[in-house]
């Protein structure tokens, strides 16, 4: 704005005063592990055949080694005659196991595979 001398003329206006937050801690998240929601028999079947409708070989395996950690794998290591070691590793995402450790694997937690028409 111009005044009657010829000049600029500024008027400052008052800012609020900015709010002040309290700062937040960071938030600590943890990784998502199904192993504490595989507590049911159904819990486990419904996620064993949605690893398996999902056709990916190593999300199968991946999703059994869940299942055998939430049933105890000490207990499904002994029941299929594997070592505990030996099982964790069929059941990584980078193992290529036979099929007749999947089989021994499932038959251990109580549960079985089954086709059926498309």
């Known amino acids: ?4 001398s010829g ?6 206006r008052k800012h609020p005063k900015p709010t002040t937050r309290r700062q937040s801690r960071p938030v ?3 990784p ?4 504490r ?3 049911s028999d159904a819990a486990i079947a419904e996620y064993l055949n949605e690893a398996l409708r999902v056709q ?6 991946v999703a059994l080694g869940d299942v055998a950690r939430a049933r105890g794998m000490s207990e499904i290591a002994r029941d299929t005659g594997l070592g505990r070691e030996n099982l964790y590793k069929a059941l990584s995402s980078r193992a290529n196991p036979r099929i007749e450790t999947i089989f021994r694997v499932a038959a ?5 595979f089954e086709v059926r028409v498309a």
Do not use: E
């Open 37 to 39: 929601y595989l507590k």
């Open 32 to 35: 998502f592990d199904p192993v």
């Open 28 to 30: 600590k998240l943890t």
């Open 56 to 61: 990916d070989p190593k999300f199968l395996l």
């Open 108 to 112: 251990a937690l109580g549960v079985r």
């Open 1 to 4: 704005m111009r005044d009657n």
């Open 7 to 12: 000049g600029i003329h500024m008027t400052l």
